[in-house]
Nanobody
Framework: QVQLVESGGGLVQAGGSLRLSCAASGSDFAITAMGWYRQAPEKQRELVATVTSGGSTNYGDSVKGRFTISRDNAKNTVYLQMNSLKPEDTAVYYC????????????????WGQGTRVTVSS
């Protein structure tokens, strides 16, 4: 089983920056894709950004040009650099990972973190 632990959320003024981190831990696993999703109050969870083990990235339209996703494969950690934050970026941000597990004969399990709250004040 894989655990994802996020950090770096908080309160920031509009136009500011935050950096989120998410570290995967466990035993006998290999992470493939990792990403970030967010859920604002009374809205559905939406894609923020994803990155493959090879470094290919994908972004939600609302964050393109402002957010940057990156990962450290050796540390099984994914980062989200958020710049030019807007009040509409306020949400709980969730880390997501696809993990191949030895206990599943190296089958894939999709994992979620518990979320970190980001609040952007106007």
């Amino acid at each position: 089983q894989v655990q994802l632990v996020e950090s770096g959320g908080g309160l920031v003024q509009a136009g500011g920056s935050l950096r989120l981190s998410c570290a995967a831990s466990g035993s006998d696993f290999a992470i493939t894709a990792m990403g970030w999703y967010r859920q604002a109050p009374e809205k559905q969870r939406e894609l923020v950004a994803t990155v493959t083990s090879g470094g290919s990235t994908n972004y939600g339209d609302s964050v393109k040009g402002r957010f940057t996703i990156s990962r450290d494969n050796a540390k099984n950690t994914v980062y989200l650099q958020m710049n030019s934050l807007k009040p509409e970026d306020t949400a709980v941000y969730y880390c997501n990972a696809n993990a191949r597990l030895k206990v599943l004969s190296w089958g894939t399990e999709n994992c979620w973190g518990q979320g970190t709250r980001v609040t952007v004040s106007s």
